[in-house]
């Protein structure tokens, strides 16, 4: 069918504002992009917008030389990792039996599972809770309290859901037992929304802020977002260290630049390849069942 | 009946032991904190825990009420709950209708990418590039200069607190809230678009006609969603953006709830301002609900 001259014109004016949307929103990125890159007098005399000015790495160098960021990073990177990979255990665990007509309980637990999604328990109560179990100012509360969230379990469960009874009958004949069909063959079988979760559960651990402020005082296990907003915040503590003469060829601000970039990266990294997967676990999801 | 849940049991205990770890977790994450809520009622003292703590009524509401600060905060909280309703909600909705109508998979794709991508990022880092975005060399104000502008510390006055919350909600999360409409567009039948067209039906029309109103019940929930989370603005977002210059115009119950109850540990009246914001979210979910359940059969419940 041949599409009239006003159907083009409404496609092509759609197309172009989307188009504009999406360099909109890549602007400001690549705006700290290229004033981590550029050197201090660039940025000083307002010369960088898009693209790097006096392009130097200067900054970057200064970033990649500290110590204490990258304790922050591989303590963020091993609590994303251990949590992830806890967290799915832990929703596998909880999802499969809500997903059997079997587990008699599974409707009441389902409605708690749902209560708890919908009213978020009042901050102050959550504190004294956390701190009543011993976590305050423990770097276990970077992992514990993220390792279930009730819309990804039922997300889980709804996946399970639709695997077909068959396959299970036959196994439960062999002497297949719950444990092992659950490890053995629903979560071989479950990839595309284990890979969905971890995505899910990964980037909250990864940028998770409000729990490391309230609960750590301890500079040492300051992970990577409260690290990287004290550097944002506080001149002093991003410029420690940092020779105190004038030829440098950065400064606070490039080095901030610098800094949110560094945070970025594995996520920037890691994104092309879940990609195809987390719109299909965002569908599963949105079938409320 | 008896032997029915031994056998129950007999058989299927894996799944309840399954299921122990998980319920363990809601009911230390989820149950106690929440049934923890009652020492808004209570005089809370570390000592004597949630339980043991001297009941004393209504005392911390009325404080609450009569709190000079508490007027301002929850006058904030409104204001930007509001413009994320109105605002903000809508954005997402638009932006599927538009995607769709993009038939190039490899644009649609590229698109798609670039809205995403915000979403993935922590406050802390938006808040890091808004920083440098307005700062005083930074790109806003280079932009303004070619204008002849003076140029402006935005993050650090209060008329630009309100414009900077709304356009960095866009900014970060409208790409990735098209994804459950869009979700739901792929689940319509194309033979109402063959039909349409034969009927000679513009592509304008046809969303306004088939799209749209197929969207809706989707868009309505959500809608009823947010609106049950109305003054929940979000802790991180509103912490990274704010700063003291914008304090009388950002302080919103979160922050507020944070410094009163957690840095200076006024447990009870902290409670109490988080309660009154629940107890306010769920009668306009409440209310809200009514009035679509009257208007098309679309409610929650």
Known sequence: MLASKSEKTFGAVITGLLILFSIIALIPLLSVISTSLSSKSAVDMNLVTLWPKQFTFDSWKYIVDRPDLWKSFFLTLSTTLIGTILALLMTALFAYPLSKPEFRWGSVIMMAVVVAMIFKAPIVPYFLTVRGIGLYDNPLVLIVPHILNPFNLIIMRTFFKQFSKELEEAAFLEGCGYFRMLFQFVLPLSKAVLATLALFYGVVLWNQFQHPLFFLQDTNWFPLQIKIRQFITDDSVIMSGAASTAQLNYNERTLRAATVIFAIVPIIVVYPFLQKYFVKGAMIGSVKG | ????????????????????????????????????????????????????????????????????????????????????????????????????????????????????????????????????????????????????TEPVLAMQESAYFRPIYVLASIWKDAGWGTVVYMAAISAIDPQLYESAMIDGASRFRQIRHITFPILLPTVLVLFLLDIGNFLDLGFDQVYNLLTPMTYNVGDILDTYVFRTGIQQGQYSFATAVGLFQSVIGFIMVYTFNKLSNKISDGGLW
């Open chain 2, 1 to 148: 009946m008896k032997s029915i849940a031994s056998h129950q049991m007999k058989v299927y205990w894996p799944l309840y032991v399954m299921a122990i770890p998980g319920m363990i977790f809601l009911i230390v994450f989820k149950f106690i904190p929440l049934a923890g809520a009652v020492i808004a009622f209570k005089d809370y003292s570390v000592f004597r825990g949630f339980i043991d703590s001297p009941w004393v009524g209504f005392k911390h509401f009325e404080t609450l009420l009569q709190h000079p600060d508490f007027l301002r905060v929850f006058s904030n909280t409104l204001l930007l709950g509001l413009f994320k309703l109105t605002i903000v909600f809508p954005v997402p909705v638009l932006l599927a209708l538009m995607i769709n109508e993009i038939r190039k998979s490899a644009l649609k794709k590229g698109i798609q990418t670039a809205l995403y991508i915000p979403h993935f990022l922590s406050w802390v880092i938006v808040g890091g590039i808004l920083f440098d975005f307005f700062s005083l060399s930074g790109m806003f104000n280079i932009i303004l200069g070619w204008f002849g």
